[in-house]
């Protein structure tokens, strides 16, 4: 099943791959902006621009909305615990407004644990001061695999937030400074390295999601780096590479993500594709696909 936004009417339509169908239409919140499988392949959970969040049952006869909340006023985010053993337990939205992420029950979406994102600023630049940001939104997020980790990006400040959800009671997280302006991103093939544009500074930030940690910040020679959640695919002479699409530029760039095999390569710039317009907002291939 795809789920796909409907978006002026406030709605997704799960169509099937195969047959091409619209399977269903369930009415949600305004302008989903992220559907998000969740681990047993049982849930739908989604956020529109409203910041509503449903949760929808996909093994019903006619899969409909179970569960559904207002996390707060304008909103990007949403993702379900991946990890093993913690499968579908918790789920997670992250709001534009107020500047907040909220846990919850990921079977009943009931808030368990609402945390406030301002804070300071990172400082990569002589112009960063380290100020403090008041409005802070919460971008993308996504689920560690490794770890039961939340992987919270904090757009203003620059800090990319590893938030552990073994103990709500006492909640860990670990900060790595990052780079301002953080949007959206994904995974590299491997499902270990994520890799996440900071968009207004031309800079793809890639994190380790097994050590924890910043593994590099990479300039991009396009525009403004735009990937959705970017594309993996083997490049003939550099490897496994992940791509990103430019706003306001026909840029892709292809980062090398094998620091193993192909440790020259890693966490660079290998190629530059020349794409058709004037940019692009997602960029995406199959594993059965030579396309991009």
Request: hydrophobic share 40%.
């Amino acid at each position: 099943l795809f789920s796909v936004t409907l978006r002026d009417s406030g709605e997704v339509a799960l169509i099937d791959g195969g047959t091409k169908e619209i399977i269903e239409i369930i009415k949600t919140g305004y302008a989903v902006h992220i559907s998000r499988i969740s681990a047993s392949g049982r849930y739908l959970i989604v956020i529109g621009r409203d910041a509503k969040v449903n949760l929808i049952d996909l093994w019903m006869e006619h899969p409909a909305t179970v569960a559904e909340i207002k996390v707060g006023m304008e909103a990007r985010s949403v993702e379900t615990s991946k990890m093993k053993g913690w499968e579908d337990k918790y789920a997670i939205a992250g709001t534009y407004w107020p500047p907040q992420y909220v846990i919850m029950d990921g079977f009943t979406l009931e808030p368990i644990k609402v945390v406030s994102t301002r804070g300071m600023t990172v400082a990569n630049l002589p112009e960063d001061t380290q100020e403090y940001h008041p409005e802070p939104r919460v971008a993308a997020i996504v689920a560690s695999h490794y770890h039961p980790e939340f992987v919270v990006n904090v757009k203003e400040t620059g800090k990319i937030l590893m938030v552990n959800y073994e103990d709500l009671d006492n909640l860990k997280v670990t900060t790595i400074d990052a780079e301002r302006f953080l949007h959206d991103g994904g995974f590299d093939s491997t499902g270990r390295y994520f890799l996440v544009a900071a968009n207004a500074r031309n800079t793809i930030a890639v994190v380790d999601t097994k050590e924890g940690k910043l593994v590099a910040l990479i300039p991009t020679p396009g525009g403004t780096p735009h990937p959705g959640r970017g594309a993996n695919f083997v490049h003939p002479k550099f490897g496994p590479v992940w791509a990103t699409s430019h706003l306001g530029d026909e840029t892709i760039t292809l980062i090398g993500t094998d620091p193993e095999k192909h440790p020259e390569q890693a966490w660079k710039v290998v190629a530059t594709l020349e794409g058709q317009g004037g940019g692009s907002l997602f960029i995406k291939t199959h594993p059965e696909s030579k396309n991009l």
